[in-house]
């Protein structure tokens, strides 16, 4: 395609046909490239097209990526497109659209969304998952799991402040001393420190616990106590989390009851890739807090590390408020948005050759780990068996 670039004379010819496309799912604000992100690759000499409204949500206007060097395009985007950037998966009946060979980039959930990757296999399509991006140093800067939990524990603490009926704090004042509230978090992984820094900002002494060993330090660092029930680590593949025997689980309950029952304000944030999330308090546990006292569950919407909690929804259960997230980091768009569009654009450097063209190496160990189709295979091996049924 033959384009003149901004300020020049004669025409020039785009490395990549970029497509950024609105969100189209409910409650979805996010937008995968924003003004910053647009300008970085019209430097590099792409031809960046943003569907027309694609910012709204997070606060940017058609003309600031009109100005950052876009074309903003009514209705469908993609169809040209070597690169779709997306937040959300793609519908099945989007991905139809794209040229086979094209390049998707973008949050996948490829466990529940099998029709989607069957329709981008079908398609042609070489797909990438930023969910699926290994997490090791070198992909540091294109780890959107990170940067999501980052939002979405900062939004967690804030849940909590706004509806705990008193103050996170210490007051000292004259009409006397008010103590600072106690808030316990569970699940001190990336989502549950930045709750943790949060809370502490604000004030609150905080209480955490993770089955992870590292995670103690990591939890002392942020100026919390870290709660040592005396039970055994628990580790599984690449630092994560492994699910709990049944009678590990029911001991950790037990040894947890009277932190969660002293706690003002209880968050957790507990998750084990690839399975439902672990139920760490069950309603008893709620029974026990004093009235007044808040919940809120990050996973609730993958099934809940409290027993009560729905997602998208702020339910009472005796006089304790349970707040069960969905999206949480939608609701901070801006932000959001910036982040994940610039681990987007960095994980796209990733595919491009030296002239500026696409140039997909999937030797490359991040390329390779995040790949999800390519020429018309399953290339994720987890995917490719649940879509086989097996
Ligand atoms: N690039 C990198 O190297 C990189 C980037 C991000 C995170 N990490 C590491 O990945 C790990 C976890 O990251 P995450 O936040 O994405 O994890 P996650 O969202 O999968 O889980 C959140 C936390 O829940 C904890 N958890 C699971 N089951 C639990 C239970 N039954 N009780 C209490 N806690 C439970 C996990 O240990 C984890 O800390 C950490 O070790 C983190 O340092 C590495």
């Known amino acids: 395609m033959r384009l003149f670039a901004p300020g020049a004379a004669t025409p020039y010819r785009a490395a990549m046909r970029i497509a950024v496309v609105a969100e189209t799912r409910p409650g979805e604000r996010r937008v995968a490239a924003v003004p910053d992100t647009v300008a970085l690759l019209v430097r590099q000499g792409h031809a960046v097209f943003v569907q027309a409204g694609a910012g709204a949500g997070s606060w940017v206007d058609?003309?600031?990526?009109?100005?950052?060097?876009?074309?903003?395009?009514?209705?469908?985007?993609?169809?040209?497109?070597?690169?779709?950037?997306?937040?959300?998966?793609?519908?099945?009946?989007?991905?139809?659209?794209?040229?086979?060979?094209?390049?998707?980039?973008?949050?996948?959930?490829?466990?529940?969304?099998?029709?989607?990757?069957?329709?981008?296999?079908?398609?042609?399509?070489?797909?990438?998952?930023?969910?699926?991006?290994?997490?090791?140093?070198?992909?540091?800067?294109?780890?959107?799991?990170?940067?999501?939990?980052?939002?979405?524990?900062?939004?967690?603490?804030?849940?909590?402040?706004?509806?705990?009926?008193?103050?996170?704090?210490?007051?000292?004042?004259?009409?006397?001393?008010?103590?600072?509230?106690?808030?316990?978090?569970?699940?001190?992984?990336?989502?549950?420190?930045?709750?943790?820094?949060?809370?502490?900002?604000?004030g609150a002494v905080v209480e955490a616990y993770d089955v992870r060993p590292a995670s103690a330090d990591e939890v002392r660092s942020m100026g919390a106590t870290f709660v040592d029930l005396g039970l055994d680590a628990i580790e599984g593949a690449g630092g994560y989390a492994r699910e709990l025997g049944e009678e590990r689980a029911r001991r950790q309950a037990e040894l947890?009851?009277?932190?969660?029952?002293?706690?003002?304000?209880?968050?957790?944030?507990?998750?084990?890739?690839?399975?439902?999330?672990?139920?760490?308090?069950?309603?008893?546990?709620?029974?026990?807090?004093?009235?007044?006292?808040?919940?809120?569950?990050?996973?609730?919407?993958?099934?809940?590390?409290?027993?009560?909690?729905?997602?998208?929804?702020?339910?009472q259960v005796g006089g304790v408020r349970i707040v069960g997230m969905l999206d949480p980091a939608s609701g901070m768009p801006v932000d959001a948005s910036r982040l994940y569009a610039k681990n987007l654009t960095n994980l796209l450097a990733l595919m491009v050759g030296d002239d500026g063209a696409l140039a997909v190496d999937l030797a490359d160990e991040v390329l390779a780990g995040a790949c999800v189709t390519h020429e018309g295979a399953v290339r994720h091996e987890p995917t490719r068996l649940l879509l086989e049924g097996v």
Do not use: W
């Open 256 to 315: 947890l009851a009277p932190y969660v029952a002293k706690s003002d304000a209880l968050i957790t944030t507990a998750a084990i890739p690839g399975r439902p999330a672990p139920r760490l308090v069950d309603a008893g546990m709620v029974a026990a807090m004093r009235p007044g006292s808040v919940v809120v569950d990050l996973a609730a919407d993958s099934g809940g590390n409290v027993e009560g909690s729905v997602a998208g929804q702020e339910v």
């Open 62 to 202: 058609d003309a600031d990526y009109r100005a950052a060097g876009a074309e903003v395009v009514d209705g469908d985007v993609t169809a040209d497109a070597d690169v779709v950037l997306h937040v959300r998966p793609l519908l099945p009946q989007d991905t139809a659209r794209l040229r086979r060979g094209a390049v998707t980039i973008g949050l996948m959930s490829v466990s529940t969304e099998l029709d989607g990757v069957r329709a981008l296999a079908q398609a042609g399509v070489t797909s990438f998952a930023m969910e699926l991006v290994p997490r090791i140093s070198r992909a540091q800067s294109m780890d959107a799991l990170t940067s999501q939990a980052l939002v979405a524990g900062y939004r967690c603490a804030l849940e909590a402040a706004m509806r705990l009926p008193r103050f996170f704090p210490l007051f000292m004042t004259a009409a006397g001393t008010v103590p600072p509230a106690k808030v316990l978090v569970l699940g001190a992984g990336v989502a549950g420190l930045q709750a943790i820094a949060t809370a502490r900002r604000l």
